[in-house]
T-cell receptor, first 116, second 111 residues
Framework: GAVVSQHPSWVICKSGTSVKIECRSL??????MFWYRQFPKQSLMLMAT?????????EQGVEKDKFLINHASLTLSTLTVTSAHPEDSSFYIC????????????FGSGTRLTVV | QKEVEQDPGPLSVPEGAIVSLNCTYS??????FMWYRQYSRKGPELLMY????GNKEDGRFTAQVDKSSKYISLFIRDSQPSDSATYLC???????????FGTGTSLTVIP
């Protein structure tokens, strides 16, 4: 149980286009989801925290107009990379806390974004 | 200074060896300590978590926390080729949701 399904697993897009990444909690309700970014051989960096029904909280240095986060339901959060550029190429991972499990944060399988 | 420091490796060991992975940290307020395993092109999966100091064992895996030294370890006994992955340490304070991750240590277990 406690699965977060993330799609797509990889995507290639042209510079200037937008890409949407979805994360769904399959068998639990995720009031809060977290979006991370991971560069090769580097740590996961928290980008933003999304709460169902309210605006996301962005970490310092993360452009909220570029990385649009929507958490419209208890089972779905989306990250849209707008006007993507090659420097946005990275591995994006979502995470959600599983209520009732001590520190049971579960991660999605990640999305490899390549902007050409 | 980074919140969490972790030797990125890579670390290569023969099958059956005991593996020791370590992280140091600077924030004495951290109380929750986690180890995640991440296979290539996949999201991290939780291996173990520990609250405050002490040891925790789960099968071939043992997690240790030494808060006085701000040092945590993950030991893998009888390592298997399937253990080949990147291991990330993570920690957080009790009141927050944010995790602070190490850079991850790449481990290869050679058959």
């Amino acid at each position: 149980g406690a699965v977060v399904s993330q799609h797509p697993s990889w995507v290639i897009c042209k510079s200037g286009t937008s890409v949407k990444i979805e994360c769904r909690s399959l068998d639990f309700q995720a009031t809060t989801m977290f979006w991370y970014r991971q560069f090769p051989k580097q740590s996961l960096m928290l980008m933003a925290t999304s709460n169902e029904g309210s605006k996301a909280t962005y970490e310092q240095g993360v452009e909220k107009d570029k990385f649009l986060i929507n958490h419209a339901s208890l089972t779905l959060s989306t990250l849209t990379v707008t006007s993507a550029h090659p420097e946005d190429s990275s591995f994006y991972i979502c995470s959600a806390r599983v209520t009732g499990r001590d520190y049971g944060y579960t991660f999605g399988s990640g999305t490899r974004l390549t902007v050409v | 200074q980074k919140e969490v420091e972790q030797d990125p490796g890579p670390l290569s060991v023969p099958e059956g060896a005991i593996v020791s992975l370590n992280c140091t940290y600077s924030n004495s307020a951290f109380q929750y300590f986690m180890w995640y395993r991440q296979y290539s092109r996949k999201g991290p999966e939780l291996l173990m978590y520990t609250y405050s100091s002490g040891n925790k064992e789960d099968g071939r895996f043992t997690a240790q926390v030494d808060k006085s030294s701000k040092y945590i370890s993950l030991f893998i006994r009888d390592s298997q080729p399937s253990d080949s992955a990147t291991y990330l340490c993570a920690m957080s304070v009790p009141t927050g949701n944010q995790f602070y991750f190490g850079t991850g240590t790449s481990l290869t277990v050679i058959p």
